[in-house]
């Protein structure tokens, strides 16, 4: 029975997840925190990654890892292999404004036409930018850029800071995946190639950056052998084992909709990030900035738990009696209003009961899930299901209103660490040469009950926002 290992080193903190290599079956697992914050040494990826493995009983017969992470962010390194500063996260936003200067410089059309998406602050591009403008001596210093699961698999690897690993800082081994490097704003997922130009034009100079692998490419590790990675996005793709057609909605602090696809996708208005997948494939995504913790607050407003929300959000009729919640309590990434607030309208004397407020928070919720859908589906991808996961996708209420909200069938998988078993799928793909097919376990699949009023409702609250 060959072991294999998926690592989800993600903002909060790290979990591994050891699986049988043909059937799939959860043999250990282990999990540590990460601290808070925006920046974050990224030594303390290391250590918790090294804690999470001793949990889940080591790399001993283990005979194939693989490493996902959070997408974007910023890992600087110079000519010594040790890390230059805190590495910058994807909700850190002081690259704003250089965000804003580079699409400024390159034109919006010939960004999304380089790389596939329009970078915003998350990217690691305007990141770069933002070092070269506020840290220029930090940014002389940078020989190598990479991100956090490809900094986390060279040193899995053996490889790091001068005296401090043992095959030392050999920055040509860096290396990545499509998935993640889709993220940076300097490689295409069409051409499969790094834009070098608009590297420099973000950092000012030159640097190694990591080799980028193919799906089921390989490179050895101390003892086993070490799969190319992914983004967490599409590593929870791969663990759900989306296939094209399937469209993933997933609800947590923040909300995406991405779906499984042969084709690129470039759209030139920048809300879908044309990003590609784990598996040779592309992953157009959309974000929004406000999902679960809408819930969260309406819940607080009400006095009431999670699911006590849910409860009352169903005995009130689709349409919340006309009420609609703009959810954009923290701004908005789609649309792009970062300073908008929510609003609530349509009420009534009549209609202004907690009943009606639960059921707008929700529909509010996944109406804003349902436009990033729409917009998905309007650059022509193929979509035929939903798979709703995420802490919120547990609630029987959120599940029966996304069977009213969504025009296609939705699903619900069993809760469980999907970017991590993506991981593992990954790890597994590489040892044997086959993309598992292990069985995905479905607890909800509500009942197909469009309304399209619950839509319109909402496209006319939100439509009074600027564009």
Same mark, same amino acid.
């Given at each position: 029975?060959?072991?294999?290992?998926?690592?989800?080193?993600?903002?909060?903190?790290?979990?591994?997840?050891?699986?049988?290599?043909? =059937?799939?079956?959860?043999?250990?697992?282990?999990?540590?925190?990460?601290?808070?914050?925006?920046?974050?040494?990224?030594?303390?990826?290391?250590?918790?990654?090294?804690?999470?493995?001793?949990?889940?009983?080591?790399?001993?017969?283990?005979?194939?890892? =693989?490493?996902?992470?959070?997408?974007?962010?910023?890992?600087?390194?110079?000519?010594?292999g040790?890390?230059?500063r805190?590495?910058?996260?994807?909700?850190?936003?002081?690259?704003?404004?250089s965000?804003?200067?580079?699409?400024?410089?390159?034109?919006?059309?010939?960004?999304?036409?380089r790389?596939?998406?329009?970078?915003?602050?998350?990217?690691?591009?305007?990141?770069?930018?933002?070092?070269?403008?506020?840290?220029?001596?930090?940014?002389?210093?940078?020989?190598?850029?990479?991100?956090?699961?490809?900094w986390?698999?060279?040193?899995?690897?053996?490889?790091?800071?001068?005296?401090?690993?043992?095959?030392?800082?050999?920055?040509?081994?860096?290396?990545?995946?499509?998935?993640?490097?889709?993220?940076?704003?300097?490689?295409?997922?069409? =051409?499969?190639? !790094?834009?070098?130009?608009? +590297?420099?034009?973000?950092?000012?100079?030159?640097?190694?950056?990591?080799?980028?692998?193919?799906?089921?490419?390989?490179?050895?590790?101390?003892?086993?052998?070490?799969?190319?990675?992914?983004?967490?996005?599409? =590593?929870?793709?791969?663990?759900?084992?989306?296939?094209?057609?399937?469209?993933?909605?997933?609800?947590?602090?923040?909300?995406?909709?991405?779906?499984?696809?042969?084709?690129?996708?470039?759209?030139?208005?920048?809300?879908?990030?044309?990003?590609?997948?784990?598996?040779?494939?592309?992953?157009? $995504?959309?974000?929004?900035?406000?999902?679960?913790?809408?819930?969260?607050?309406?819940?607080? +407003?009400?006095?009431?738990?999670?699911?006590?929300? %849910?409860?009352?959000?169903?005995?009130?009729?689709?349409?919340?009696?006309?009420?609609?919640?703009?959810?954009?309590?923290?701004?908005?990434?789609?649309?792009?209003?970062?300073?908008?607030?929510?609003?609530?309208?349509?009420?009534?004397?009549?209609?202004?009961?907690?009943?009606?407020?639960a059921?707008?928070?929700?529909e509010?919720?996944?109406?804003?899930?349902?436009?990033?859908?729409?917009?998905i589906?309007?650059? %022509?991808?193929?979509?035929?299901?939903? $798979?709703?996961?995420?802490?919120?996708?547990?609630?029987?209420?959120?599940?029966?209103?996304?069977?009213?909200?969504?025009?296609?069938?939705?699903?619900?998988?069993?809760?469980?660490?999907?970017?991590?078993?993506?991981?593992?799928?990954q790890?597994?793909?590489?040892?044997?040469?086959?993309?598992?097919?292990?069985?995905?376990?479905?607890v909800?699949?509500?009942?197909?009950?469009?309304?399209?009023?619950?839509?319109?409702? !909402?496209?006319?609250?939100?439509?009074?926002?600027?564009?």
């Amino acid at each position: 029975m060959a072991r294999v290992i998926g690592v989800d080193s993600s903002t909060q903190s790290c979990k591994v997840v050891v699986r049988d290599a043909t =059937s799939g079956a959860l043999l250990a697992s282990g999990r540590a925190s990460h601290p808070d914050g925006t920046e974050v040494d990224p030594q303390y990826w290391w250590d918790a990654l090294s804690a999470a493995l001793a949990q889940a009983g080591g790399l001993e017969d283990v005979a194939a890892v =693989s490493i996902a992470g959070q997408q974007h962010g910023m890992v600087a390194l110079d000519a010594a292999g040790r890390v230059i500063r805190p590495a910058l996260l994807w909700n850190d936003t002081r690259s704003a404004d250089s965000a804003t200067a580079l699409v400024a410089e390159v034109g919006a059309a010939a960004f999304v036409a380089r790389t596939g998406s329009l970078p915003v602050a998350s990217f690691t591009a305007t990141k770069l930018r933002w070092l070269r403008d506020n840290e220029p001596g930090n940014a002389a210093r940078v020989a190598a850029v990479c991100l956090p699961h490809d900094w986390l698999t060279w040193r899995l690897r053996g490889y790091g800071p001068e005296g401090e690993s043992p095959l030392g800082p050999v920055l040509d081994e860096l290396v990545t995946d499509r998935s993640d490097a889709a993220g940076t704003a300097y490689w295409s997922p069409a =051409s499969g190639a !790094y834009d070098r130009d608009l +590297l420099i034009r973000a950092l000012g100079h030159e640097a190694i950056l990591p080799r980028v692998l193919g799906p089921a490419e390989t490179v050895p590790g101390p003892g086993f052998i070490v799969g190319p990675g992914a983004g967490d996005n599409a =590593s929870a793709a791969l663990g759900l084992d989306a296939r094209p057609g399937d469209v993933v909605v997933s609800l947590g602090t923040s909300g995406t909709v991405f779906a499984a696809t042969t084709t690129a996708v470039c759209d030139p208005t920048g809300i879908i990030a044309g990003f590609a997948d784990a598996t040779g494939g592309f992953l157009p $995504l959309v974000c929004t900035l406000n999902a679960a913790r809408v819930l969260d607050a309406v819940a607080g +407003l009400l006095g009431v738990s999670h699911g006590e929300l %849910g409860e009352l959000a169903l005995q009130a009729e689709p349409g919340s009696g006309g009420a609609v919640l703009v959810p954009y309590f923290e701004g908005e990434r789609t649309p792009n209003l970062p300073g908008a607030t929510a609003s609530l309208t349509g009420l009534t004397l009549a209609t202004t009961t907690r009943t009606n407020l639960a059921r707008a928070a929700i529909e509010g919720m996944l109406c804003g899930l349902a436009a990033g859908l729409a917009a998905i589906r309007g650059a %022509g991808v193929e979509t035929t299901r939903i $798979l709703l996961i995420g802490g919120a996708a547990a609630n029987p209420g959120v599940q029966a209103i996304a069977g009213q909200v969504f025009d296609l069938p939705v699903h619900v998988p069993a809760p469980g660490e999907y970017v991590a078993d993506g991981a593992a799928r990954q790890a597994a793909w590489v040892l044997t040469g086959r993309r598992p097919a292990w069985p995905v376990e479905l607890v909800g699949s509500p009942a197909p009950d469009h309304r399209p009023v619950i839509a319109a409702q !909402y496209a006319r609250a939100a439509g009074r926002y600027p564009s």
